[in-house]
């Protein structure tokens, strides 16, 4: 055959010549590769590790999760479950959507992620259920926006109840995750109240009887719209005849914003 092609000969002995030489570079390379020799081409990761690397910089090395190099070992890139099992969370296939490995704790979310979220916040997730409404119905980072961690301000969607109130003031009523489900703690401000039930607190300010000096929240106790009855505080003040010919104490003494105007 190289009799009739001559020109075949020095290609196929340079060919086999190539081939020895890569064989033999990547047998003797992988053979002694250290983790030192890792910051050579691969610079940007090996910073990552060492800046935030977390436990896969202090429980592993680069060689204990990309065993051997290319091309001795076309598969190099290890699977997250290879080390993370046991919880929902390390069951999810998407990992790096989320994650780097060589920054795991630096998390970016992407997309819209709901169940993804909840593999991890499952507390949050049942808050929602037992209480829908519209936060139950957008995904997780479209209120945790990018970064994980992020909680915005309610009024980066919300207005405020009134003028007066500010940001903070929002979760002394409305926790997040179930807005919908009002508790206010025994020292909530009567004038929180009053961005909402203007008429009630307006009348309460003016009334001359001891009402006036009473918080909203010592009969409104700790849940929104829960109603005192007049007896727990003032029993039944009045002859039983009186008490038995008007029993609600509202058909005399008005509302209890509004004591002075007898009916």
């Known amino acids: 055959m190289f009799n009739h092609h001559p020109a075949v000969k020095p290609i196929l002995i340079f060919l086999l010549s190539v081939a020895l030489v890569y064989a033999v570079t990547a047998t003797i390379s992988a053979q002694t590769l250290t983790v030192d020799d890792c910051v050579k081409c691969h610079a940007l990761e090996t910073r990552q590790i060492a800046e935030e690397g977390a436990a896969h910089k202090l429980a592993v090395n680069c060689l204990d999760c990309h065993s051997q190099h290319r091309p001795m070992n076309a598969n190099n890139i290890p ?24 920054q795991p704790l630096e998390v970016t979310l992407t997309g819209e992620l709901k169940m993804e979220c909840l593999t991890c916040h499952s507390q949050q997730g049942e808050e929602m259920d037992a209480n829908p409404s519209v936060h139950s119905q ?11 961690g992020y909680t915005p301000d309610c009024m980066t969607c919300h207005a405020s109840h009134s003028p007066e109130m500010a940001v903070t003031d929002c979760a002394t009523c409305h ?53 005192a009855s007049c007896t727990d505080c003032h029993g039944e003040p009045h002859a039983a005849g009186i008490h038995s010919k008007f029993p609600n104490c509202g058909d005399c003494h008005n509302t209890a914003h509004d004591l002075d105007n007898l009916l």
């Open 79 to 102: 699977s997250c479950a290879d080390c993370h099992v046991g919880t929902d969370h390390y069951a999810l296939n998407t990992c790096n959507e989320c994650h780097n490995p060589h």
């Open 138 to 148: 957008v995904s997780c980072n479209y209120c945790h926006a990018d970064t994980h």
């Open 175 to 227: 926790a997040a995750h179930q807005p919908t489900l009002l508790e206010y703690p025994a020292t909530t401000a009567n004038d929180l109240c009053a961005a909402c039930h203007a008429t009630a607190f307006n009348e309460l300010q003016a009334t001359t009887t001891k009402h006036s000096t009473t918080n909203c929240v010592d009969c409104h106790v700790n849940q929104h719209a829960t109603i």
